[in-house]
C-alpha cells in the first residue's frame, strides 16, 4: 500500500496568516517579508532592463516651492490671476505655496515646461484644500497641461489627471502619466481647482521622464513568473521498493484565480446554452454574476424583489466547485442604481441601502469570495451627496462585513490602468480605506482599447501596487476585432498582470459575442461558442503554460521539481497501474512528499 503525505517545508508557521482587525492591513497567505522580497526581485530584474533615467532627473523648476518668488514664470512655478505666499505648513521641507484669491476656475499656479514631442513624462505633486465651496463637502481638481503653438496659435487642453471629490484638509498626491503631442511648441502645466473660491497648498512636486519598457520585457516577466508563481515540490521514497514506479503531478486549480463574468441565465444547467456553459467549465475557475446581483436589477421597483436568478447562478456555480466574486453591493454613480432610490435623500437613503445591503448578503451568505462594495466610487458620490455623509462608503464596507463576514471586500474601479487621468485618485482612495476599513484589496477593470502602451499600463498598475493591498484585475477586456491581434495583446496584457506579484486574479468581461458588452472583446463567437484565436491563446496560457502536468520515474526514490502554485493530484503508478491517488495544495511554502511503498 502506498501512503501519500503532503506537508509544507520548513518552519510552516512562517506561511501562515495570523488574524487581524480592521484597521489592519488584510493579510494573504504570505507574510509581509515574502511579498516585499518577491517584489523587490520583480523590480531588480525589471530594472535591469530598462535605460537609466535622465540624469537631470527632476524637470520641474523650484519644484520643493521653497523659493518664494510666484510672480516669474522664468523661476519655476508662477500664479496666474491668483495670490500666492509661502507656508510653513509643507508636506515636506520647511515650506509650501499657499494659494488664495482665484479669480477663475483654472487660476492658480502654474508652470511651464521642457518637455519633447513623443516622449513620456509623469507629474507627482501634493496637494492640500484649505476649504471647499458652501455646501460642499469636496472639490475637484485637476492637473491639466495647456499645449500651444506660438506660430499659428494652435491651443490644447489635456486633464493628466483627475479628483473629482478631494476632501479639504488633508495632502493628498496628484499627478499622472503624459504623453507629449506633436505640433505645439509651448507646454503649461497647471492646477485646477474649479470652485474658484476653493484656497489651496501646493507642495514636492517633480515631473520625470518615464522609461520605456525594453524590447525583451517578456524575458524577465516570464523569469518573475518562474520566480513567484511557482515553487518546489520534493517528493520522497522514504522506503519500500521503487522499481517500475512513477508519479503523475497533475495540478487540478490554480492558485491565481482565472475568471470572467457570466449571464446568471445561461450558466444555470440548461440544453439551450451547453456550448456556453461548456466553454465556461473548460477554460475559468472563477466567476463574476454580471448583472443579476445589481440592486438595479434587483429591486428595480422598491420592495419588489428579483434575486431569484443572480442567487441560482450563485449556487450552481458554487457546487461545481467555481469560486465566485459578487458585483455589486452598491454603485453610487448617477443612473446606475433604481430610479425610486435615486429621488431619495438623507436617513431615507440610508434606511434603503441598509435594506439592500441585508436582502442581498443574506441570500449569498457564506457563498461567495468577494464582494465589490461600491462600485466606481471614484467617478461617483451619489451616496456622500445623498446623505450628506463624505465617508459613507467606508461605513458600507464595515456594514457589509458585519452581514456576510466570509467574502474579502474590495474596491473597483475604471481608466486606472486604461489611463492615468484618475490613477492617483484611486490610490489615495485605497490608501485611505486601507488605514480606515476592512477593505481586502483594490479591483481594477481594465477595459483596454488598442494600440495598448504596456509602459504606461506597468506604471499606472505600480502606482497602485503601492498601496500595498491585493490587486485584482476585475473586468478585462481588449477591444479589437482582429482576432490575431487580440491574442497577441491578449498574451501582452496576460503575462504583464500575471508576473506583477500584487497581482493575485484577473477576471474577463465576458468572452462569448452572444453576450457580451463589447462584441470586438469576444474570446468565442457563434452559436456554438467557437474559439477565436484569442480564446485559444488564453487556454494555452491558463491551461497548458501556466500550469503543471508532469510525470517523473521514482527509480532515483527522489523526485525534485518546481510546479505552479494550487490544487493538485499525485497518482502514484506502478507498472502503470495507479496504486494510490491523493490530493495536495502547493502553496508559497512549497510540498514536501514522503511516499512509504
Given at each position: 500500500?502506498?501512503i501519500?503525505?503532503?506537508?509544507?517545508?520548513?518552519?510552516r508557521?512562517?506561511?501562515?496568516?495570523a488574524?487581524v482587525?480592521?484597521?489592519?492591513?488584510?493579510?494573504?497567505?504570505?507574510?509581509d517579508?515574502?511579498?516585499?522580497?518577491?517584489?523587490?526581485?520583480?523590480s531588480l530584474?525589471?530594472?535591469?532592463l530598462?535605460p537609466?533615467?535622465?540624469s537631470?532627473?527632476?524637470?520641474?523648476v523650484?519644484s520643493d516651492l521653497?523659493?518664494g518668488d510666484?510672480?516669474n514664470?522664468?523661476?519655476?512655478?508662477?500664479?496666474?490671476?491668483c495670490?500666492?505666499?509661502?507656508?510653513s505648513?509643507?508636506y515636506?521641507?520647511?515650506?509650501?505655496?499657499?494659494?488664495?484669491?482665484r479669480?477663475?476656475k483654472?487660476?492658480?499656479?502654474?508652470?511651464?515646461?521642457?518637455?519633447?514631442?513623443?516622449?513620456?513624462?509623469?507629474?507627482?505633486?501634493f496637494i492640500?484644500l484649505?476649504?471647499t465651496?458652501?455646501?460642499k463637502?469636496?472639490?475637484?481638481?485637476?492637473v491639466t497641461?495647456?499645449?500651444?503653438?506660438?506660430?499659428t496659435?494652435a491651443?490644447k487642453?489635456v486633464?493628466v489627471?483627475?479628483?473629482?471629490?478631494?476632501q479639504?484638509?488633508?495632502?493628498?498626491?496628484?499627478?499622472g502619466?503624459?504623453?507629449?503631442?506633436?505640433?505645439?511648441d509651448k507646454?503649461?502645466?497647471y492646477?485646477?481647482?474649479?470652485?474658484?473660491?476653493v484656497?489651496?497648498?501646493?507642495?514636492?512636486?517633480?515631473?520625470?521622464?518615464?522609461?520605456?519598457?525594453?524590447?525583451n520585457?517578456?524575458?524577465?516577466?516570464?523569469?518573475?513568473?518562474?520566480?513567484?508563481?511557482?515553487?518546489?515540490?520534493?517528493?520522497?521514497?522514504t522506503?519500500?521498493?521503487v522499481d517500475?514506479?512513477?508519479?503523475?503531478?497533475q495540478?487540478l486549480?490554480?492558485?491565481f484565480g482565472f475568471g470572467?463574468?457570466?449571464?446568471?441565465d445561461r450558466?444555470?444547467?440548461s440544453?439551450?446554452?451547453?456550448?456556453?456553459?461548456?466553454?465556461?467549465?473548460?477554460n475559468?475557475?472563477?466567476a463574476t454574476?454580471?448583472?443579476?446581483?445589481?440592486w438595479?436589477?434587483?429591486?428595480?421597483n422598491?420592495?419588489?424583489?428579483?434575486?431569484d436568478?443572480?442567487?441560482?447562478?450563485?449556487?450552481e456555480?458554487?457546487?461545481r466547485g467555481?469560486k465566485?466574486?459578487?458585483?455589486?453591493?452598491?454603485?453610487?454613480?448617477p443612473?446606475?442604481?433604481p430610479a425610486?432610490v435615486?429621488s431619495?435623500?438623507?436617513?431615507a437613503?440610508?434606511?434603503?441601502?441598509?435594506?439592500?445591503?441585508?436582502?442581498v448578503?443574506?441570500?449569498?451568505l457564506?457563498k461567495?469570495e468577494?464582494w465589490?462594495?461600491?462600485?466606481e466610487?471614484?467617478?461617483?458620490n451619489?451616496?456622500?451627496?445623498?446623505?450628506?455623509?463624505?465617508?459613507i462608503?467606508?461605513?458600507?464596507?464595515s456594514?457589509?462585513?458585519?452581514?456576510?463576514?466570509?467574502?474579502?471586500?474590495?474596491?473597483n474601479?475604471?481608466?486606472i490602468?486604461s489611463?492615468g487621468?484618475f490613477t492617483?485618485?484611486?490610490?489615495?482612495?485605497?490608501?485611505?480605506f486601507?488605514?480606515?476599513t476592512?477593505?481586502?484589496?483594490?479591483g481594477?477593470?481594465?477595459?483596454?482599447?488598442?494600440?495598448?502602451?504596456?509602459t504606461?499600463i506597468?506604471h499606472r498598475l505600480?502606482?497602485?501596487?503601492?498601496?500595498?493591498?491585493?490587486?485584482w484585475?476585475?473586468?478585462?477586456?481588449?477591444?479589437?476585432?482582429?482576432?490575431?491581434?487580440?491574442a497577441g495583446?491578449?498574451?501582452d496584457?496576460?503575462?504583464?498582470?500575471f508576473?506583477?506579484?500584487?497581482?493575485?486574479?484577473?477576471?474577463?468581461?465576458g468572452?462569448w459575442?452572444?453576450?457580451?458588452?463589447?462584441?470586438?472583446?469576444?474570446?468565442?463567437n457563434g452559436?456554438?461558442?467557437?474559439?477565436?484565436?484569442a480564446?485559444?491563446?488564453?487556454?494555452?496560457?491558463v491551461?497548458?503554460?501556466?500550469?503543471?502536468?508532469?510525470?517523473?520515474?521514482?527509480?532515483?526514490?527522489?523526485?525534485?521539481?518546481?510546479?505552479?502554485?494550487?490544487?493538485?493530484?499525485l497518482?502514484v503508478?506502478?507498472?502503470?497501474t495507479?496504486v494510490?491517488?491523493?490530493?495536495?495544495?502547493?502553496?508559497?511554502?512549497?510540498?514536501?512528499?514522503?511516499l512509504?511503498?
Open positions: 500500500m502506498y501519500v503525505r503532503a506537508i509544507t517545508s520548513v518552519n508557521d512562517r506561511c501562515l496568516s488574524p482587525s480592521y484597521k489592519q492591513r488584510p493579510q494573504d497567505t504570505e507574510t517579508a515574502t511579498v516585499a522580497a518577491k517584489m523587490l526581485r520583480f530584474v525589471i530594472a535591469i530598462l537609466c533615467a535622465a537631470d532627473g527632476n524637470l520641474l523650484n521653497e523659493q510666484f510672480s514664470a522664468n523661476s519655476g512655478w508662477f500664479g496666474r490671476r495670490s500666492t505666499s509661502l507656508s505648513d509643507s515636506t521641507g520647511n515650506n509650501s505655496v499657499r494659494v488664495s484669491n479669480q477663475a483654472w487660476a492658480g499656479i502654474a508652470q511651464s515646461i521642457s518637455v519633447e514631442a513623443g516622449k513620456q513624462y509623469f507629474f507627482s505633486g492640500q484649505l476649504n465651496a458652501a455646501g463637502m469636496t472639490a475637484e481638481v485637476t497641461l495647456n499645449y500651444r503653438n506660438t506660430v496659435g491651443k487642453y486633464h489627471s483627475s479628483v473629482r471629490f478631494m479639504p484638509n488633508m495632502w493628498q498626491r496628484i499627478g502619466d503624459i504623453t507629449i503631442l506633436s505640433g505645439y507646454y503649461i502645466l492646477i485646477q481647482v474649479y470652485s474658484p473660491v484656497d489651496y497648498l501646493l507642495d514636492t512636486t517633480s515631473l520625470t521622464e518615464l522609461p520605456s519598457l525594453p524590447g520585457w517578456d524575458v524577465a516577466a516570464d523569469a518573475t513568473i518562474d520566480a513567484i508563481r511557482k515553487t518546489d515540490i520534493n517528493i520522497v521514497a522506503s519500500g521498493r517500475g514506479v512513477t508519479v503523475e503531478i495540478q486549480t490554480s492558485e470572467t463574468a457570466v449571464s446568471a450558466i444555470v444547467q440544453s439551450n446554452y451547453t456550448a456556453y456553459q461548456n466553454f465556461f467549465y473548460d475559468f475557475e472563477w454574476i454580471e448583472n443579476k446581483l445589481k438595479s436589477q434587483t429591486e428595480r422598491k420592495d419588489v424583489l428579483t434575486y436568478a443572480g442567487v441560482t447562478a450563485v449556487n456555480l458554487v457546487e467555481i465566485v466574486r459578487g458585483h455589486t453591493v452598491f454603485w453610487g454613480v443612473t446606475k442604481d425610486w435615486q431619495l435623500q438623507g436617513d437613503l440610508v434606511q434603503a441601502m441598509v435594506a439592500r445591503g441585508m436582502n448578503t443574506s441570500r449569498t457564506g461567495l468577494h465589490d462594495v461600491n462600485n466610487n471614484v467617478h461617483g451619489f451616496y456622500e451627496e445623498a446623505t450628506g455623509h463624505v465617508n462608503t467606508m461605513d458600507i464596507f456594514a457589509v462585513r458585519s452581514m456576510d463576514p466570509k467574502p474579502k471586500l474590495f474596491l474601479d475604471f481608466a490602468v489611463s487621468q492617483q485618485a484611486y490610490r489615495t482612495q485605497a490608501m485611505m486601507r488605514s480606515e476592512p477593505v481586502y484589496g483594490v481594477i477593470q481594465s477595459h483596454l482599447k488598442p494600440p495598448l502602451d504596456l504606461l506597468k505600480d502606482q497602485i501596487v503601492e498601496v500595498g493591498l491585493p490587486i484585475i476585475t473586468e478585462l477586456d481588449i477591444d479589437e476585432p482582429d482576432q490575431n491581434k487580440k495583446l491578449l498574451e496584457v496576460l503575462r504583464l498582470y508576473s506583477t506579484p500584487a497581482v493575485h486574479g484577473v477576471t474577463l468581461w468572452f459575442d452572444g453576450k457580451i458588452w463589447n462584441t470586438d472583446a469576444a474570446l468565442a452559436e456554438s461558442v467557437t474559439p477565436n484565436a480564446g485559444v491563446r488564453w487556454h494555452q496560457l491551461k497548458q503554460d501556466w500550469r503543471t502536468h508532469e510525470t517523473h520515474s521514482l527509480a532515483d526514490r527522489t523526485v525534485r521539481t518546481r510546479g505552479f502554485k494550487g490544487n493538485y493530484s497518482r503508478k506502478k507498472d502503470g495507479t494510490q491517488e491523493q490530493q495536495f495544495t502547493l502553496g508559497s511554502c512549497g510540498a514536501e512528499i514522503s512509504n511503498l
